[in-house]
């Protein structure tokens, strides 16, 4: 067996040394054929390739992440704006009343029988005809309206303007001793008269930036002065001299007081142009309607 199969190795080593030679020769044909095989080549490479796209795919990926990331960032800056943006909106109500309680202007502080005469209000006063005084910061508008009246031909004149606490106590106790005599209790008779004067405390005439004017022809306070040349030329002109028919017809539930075609109250010349030519209250353009909510009076004066 072992000789018979030393045999057979010699054959078959007889047969590859032949198979050998035949290679040899037909080397060059195998090399074109290796050339030739570009295309077995070809195909392994898309694998390759494919792997390396594999390979570079994580790159894009950590790219999208990279994006991603980013777009968080900025997402999150905007959310940062936005909490900003919430801030200011938040702090602005914060700080706007302060000044609007504190630092009124004198020229738009409001006094009616919801808003009593504050007590911290200070002015110098400034005599303008006779006994009759006002504000100092509104006298000489004051003086040029009354002027320009007459030159336009009417007869203008102040019936009252400032009135102390003491003035205004004395015309209101007045007013009470009336409905005394007349048979009134005297709880009785304060309720008639705060309806006809102001409480001591609640009159604009305390405030020094209210004045009555009366036409000399027909010298009483009541509706027919609207009817007068003078009081027509005052209503028409009041508000280039700064000043405002405060207590207009109809808008009693307003100001808390009746219709007076007699009593003007300074605000300065830009607001009174603007509350003359809309028609509005003092009370309307300061956004001031009817007693503050601690508050309640049910009080209508008469006279302011
Ligand atoms: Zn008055």
Known sequence: MTKRFGINL???A??????????????PYLELDEFTLPEETTGIIPEVTTEEETTVSPETTEEVTTEAETTAEETTEEVTTAE???????????????PEVTETPWNLVLVNPWYPLPKDHEFELTTVTG?????????????????????????????????????????????????????????????LAAKETAVPGTSEHQLGLAVDI??????????????T???????????????ILRYP??????????????HYRYVGVEIATEIMTKGITFEEYL???GPPEETKTEEITVNG
């Open 214 to 227: 009366l036409c000399q022809s027909r010298p009483w306070l009541d509706e027919g002065q609207a009817k």
């Open 131 to 191: 006994k009759y005084k006002v504000d100092s910061r509104c006298a000489d508008a004051l003086k040029q309206f009354l002027a320009d009246c007459k030159a336009a031909g009417h007869t203008p004149y102040i019936c009252s303007a400032y009135r102390t606490w003491d003035d205004q106590v004395y015309l209101f106790d007045k007013k009470v001793n009336s409905f005394i005599s007349k048979g009134y209790s005297e709880s009785e008779a304060k309720v």
């Open 14 to 27: 007889l047969v590859l040394a032949l198979a050998a030679g035949m290679l040899t020769s037909c080397l």
């Open 84 to 98: 900003e943006t919430t801030e200011e909106v938040t702090t602005e109500p914060e700080t706007t009343p302060e």
């Open 249 to 262: 017809k109809g808008t009693t539930p307003i100001t808390g007081i009746i219709y007076e075609p007699w």
């Open 287 to 289: 956004g001031l309607i």
């Open 10 to 12: 010699t054959a078959a």
């Open 229 to 243: 040349a003078t009081q027509q030329w005052l209503m028409a002109n009041c508000h280039k001299y700064g000043f």
